[in-house]
């Protein structure tokens, strides 16, 4: 209770009410669609296979079955991915060239075209509008939600930014389960209201849009980007509740240069440690997280529960929890990590055999319910924010926005993979196709646990700085490299 009431009085200190404004309308256009997309054609998947299949059959003469059918599905939904990696590769420059909140607006552009062609798809009776209107829309979510975040990140006060990196991954988590409540066949998971379904994710985008045009534009890219002293002053003051922002102002007037992605690679130390925040990406996908996201639905009717819409709901709830409790919670990060890991190889085991013996009794469907629920609360206290943490922990100032460019790369890359292929695998293989899915976490402990639990400084609660929680791999270098890695990391200290 004592912990709860620091934080209440922390954010009555720091958070001013136009900031608050800034961060709920952020991540309402940016993280809240992003997350609507992912879990949009999770319950409704038999209404959009049913309209694929017709479509195809009707322009070619021939209908879709089989593997054929499945892959075609599970491209429908990857598609999307793709659109998203896309924008990721793009956001950087789209930021700094027209401004973080200039930038968000734009993105509502590709939003609504997503919307028109995904809109009349039934009408035209055509799935590749379907699939091109996802493929657009990934182009404009994944545009709103990198920079979206990175506006996020630029208005935060500096002592709850690691508190905001998680509530941006909460307004996903609530997306996913609003798409999800929509998609119950009593609401929008018909197939005369699907297109109603999918068209809605750019309602959020079109509040948000209006509602930055009374936001201002970050400090940091006024200063930096538009070299306008007296624009970043006035911003930081409207975005604290500090009449001094001399503070706030210093760090941005020694922010140090952007490393490119030549120089940290050849970086010998860097190198090492961006291969690592790669394979961390690589297996916090590879995990199979993103089934629960997407499939889950299959999965839960594949156990034979009744009512498997309410299943997945249950699950997606369970993650709004436990993403909203590891906002306050005084952890240490690299506890929760080891206790996460073990909490998703457990769950993961129970899943395959329940799918497997459902057959023999159907009566043991809980079996798989507990499973999943289990597994996302191992991954929403392990893997969430990972990425945005770990990278903090691992990279100055400087190399770190490459550093989790190359990982946020990966984590779509893999992530695409996931959606492709995970049908056609379950029809298949069966059940046992997440045994790939449990080889990738047991990988992760043997190859990582013992840095995260040994070599990972612990980043303690809410109040904790992620910018100076700077931790190179010391360990792993010569002592050349490491007085010049020092250097490296004081002139970034005293930068900040």
């Given at each position: 209770?004592?912990?709860?009431?620091?934080?209440?009085?922390?954010?009555?200190?720091?958070?001013?009410?136009?900031?608050?404004?800034?961060?709920?309308?952020?991540?309402?256009?940016?993280?809240?669609?992003?997350?609507?997309?992912?879990?949009?054609?999770?319950?409704?998947?038999?209404?959009?296979?049913?309209?694929?299949?017709?479509?195809?059959?009707?322009?070619?003469?021939?209908?879709?079955?089989?593997?054929?059918?499945?892959?075609?599905?599970?491209?429908?939904?990857?598609?999307?991915?793709?659109?998203?990696?896309?924008?990721?590769?793009?956001?950087?420059?789209?930021?700094?060239?027209?401004?973080?909140?200039?930038?968000?607006?734009?993105?509502?552009?590709?939003?609504?075209?997503?919307?028109?062609?995904?809109?009349?798809?039934?009408?035209?009776?055509?799935?590749?509008?379907?699939?091109?209107?996802?493929?657009?829309?990934?182009?404009?979510?994944?545009?709103?939600?990198?920079?979206?975040?990175?506006?996020?990140?630029?208005?935060?006060?500096?002592?709850?930014?690691?508190?905001?990196?998680?509530?941006?991954?909460?307004?996903?988590?609530?997306?996913?389960?609003?798409?999800?409540?929509?998609?119950?066949?009593?609401?929008?998971?018909?197939?005369?209201?699907?297109?109603?379904?999918?068209?809605?994710?750019?309602?959020?985008?079109?509040?948000?849009?209006?509602?930055?045009?009374?936001?201002?534009?970050?400090?940091?890219?006024?200063?930096?980007?538009?070299?306008?002293?007296?624009?970043?002053?006035?911003?930081?003051?409207?975005?604290?509740?500090?009449?001094?922002?001399?503070?706030?102002?210093?760090?941005?007037?020694s922010n140090v240069q952007r490393w490119s992605s030549k120089e940290l690679w050849d970086d010998?130390?860097?190198?090492?440690?961006?291969?690592?925040?790669?394979?961390?990406?690589?297996?916090?996908?590879?995990?199979?997280?993103?089934?629960?996201?997407?499939?889950?639905?299959?999965?839960?009717?594949?156990?034979?529960?009744?009512?498997?819409?309410?299943?997945?709901?249950?699950?997606?709830?369970?993650?709004?929890?436990?993403?909203?409790?590891?906002?306050?919670?005084?952890?240490?990060?690299?506890?929760?990590?080891?206790?996460?890991?073990?909490?998703?190889?457990?769950?993961?085991?129970?899943?395959?055999?329940?799918?497997?013996?459902?057959?023999?009794?159907?009566?043991?469907?809980?079996?798989?319910?507990?499973?999943?629920?289990?597994?996302?609360?191992?991954?929403?206290?392990?893997?969430?924010?990972?990425?945005?943490?770990?990278?903090?922990?691992?990279?100055?100032?400087?190399?770190?926005?490459?550093?989790?460019?190359?990982?946020?790369?990966?984590?779509?890359?893999?992530?695409?993979?996931?959606?492709?292929?995970?049908?056609?695998?379950?029809?298949?293989?069966?059940?046992?196709?997440?045994?790939?899915?449990?080889?990738?976490?047991?990988?992760?402990?043997?190859?990582?646990?013992?840095?995260?639990?040994?070599?990972?400084?612990?980043?303690?609660?809410?109040?904790?700085?992620?910018?100076?929680?700077?931790?190179?791999?010391?360990?792993?270098?010569?002592?050349?490299?490491?007085?010049?890695?020092?250097?490296?990391?004081?002139?970034?200290?005293?930068?900040?």
């Amino acid at each position: 209770m004592k912990h709860f009431k620091e934080l209440r009085n922390l954010y009555r200190e720091k958070v001013s009410g136009h900031f608050a404004f800034a961060a709920i309308f952020c991540v309402l256009g940016s993280a809240f669609p992003h997350g609507y997309n992912i879990g949009v054609l999770n319950l409704p998947q038999d209404i959009v296979k049913r309209f694929i299949g017709n479509s195809f059959e009707v322009k070619h003469g021939y209908p879709l079955s089989g593997v054929s059918l499945e892959l075609c599905w599970g491209f429908t939904v990857a598609i999307y991915l793709l659109g998203g990696l896309i924008a990721h590769c793009v956001s950087d420059l789209m930021a700094d060239r027209f401004g973080r909140k200039r930038a968000m607006q734009l993105s509502i552009i590709p939003v609504f075209i997503s919307a028109v062609l995904m809109g009349f798809c039934q009408m035209a009776n055509s799935f590749a509008m379907l699939i091109f209107g996802r493929f657009v829309a990934g182009l404009g979510c994944g545009l709103s939600n990198a920079i979206g975040l990175r506006y996020l990140i630029e208005i935060t006060p500096h002592a709850i930014r690691s508190n905001v990196l998680i509530f941006h991954q909460l307004a996903s988590t609530c997306g996913i389960v609003v798409s999800q409540i929509l998609g119950l066949a009593r609401i929008l998971g018909t197939e005369s209201r699907l297109t109603l379904l999918l068209v809605l994710m750019a309602l959020p985008c079109i509040v948000s849009c209006l509602a930055l045009c009374w936001c201002t534009e970050t400090p940091r890219h006024l200063l930096n980007n538009r070299e306008t002293e007296d624009a970043a002053i006035a911003a930081l003051k409207i975005l604290r509740k500090e009449k001094d922002v001399s503070e706030d102002l210093g760090r941005l007037r020694s922010n140090v240069q952007r490393w490119s992605s030549k120089e940290l690679w050849d970086d010998v130390t860097l190198r090492r440690s961006v291969i690592l925040i790669c394979c961390l990406a690589l297996c916090q996908q590879m995990s199979g997280i993103n089934i629960l996201f997407y499939y889950s639905y299959s999965v839960i009717v594949y156990s034979g529960m009744p009512a498997a819409q309410y299943g997945v709901l249950a699950i997606g709830f369970f993650n709004i929890l436990v993403t909203g409790y590891s906002m306050t919670t005084k952890w240490e990060k690299r506890n929760i990590f080891i206790v996460g890991l073990i909490t998703m190889v457990i769950s993961g085991i129970l899943n395959i055999v329940g799918l497997n013996i459902v057959g023999v009794n159907p009566d043991v469907f809980y079996c798989t319910i507990i499973a999943l629920v289990l597994f996302d609360i191992g991954f929403a206290v392990e893997f969430g924010a990972v990425l945005q943490v770990i990278g903090a922990v691992l990279f100055a100032q400087g190399p770190r926005s490459p550093a989790t460019f190359w990982a946020e790369l990966v984590s779509w890359v893999a992530n695409f993979c996931v959606a492709l292929f995970f049908p056609s695998l379950l029809l298949t293989v069966g059940p046992n196709c997440m045994i790939i899915f449990l080889v990738f976490i047991i990988i992760f402990i043997l190859g990582f646990g013992y840095f995260f639990r040994f070599k990972l400084p612990p980043v303690v609660g809410t109040n904790k700085n992620l910018e100076e929680q700077e931790f190179p791999l010391k360990e792993q270098i010569n002592d050349s490299e490491t007085e010049e890695l020092d250097g490296i990391r004081n002139s970034n200290q005293n930068a900040m």
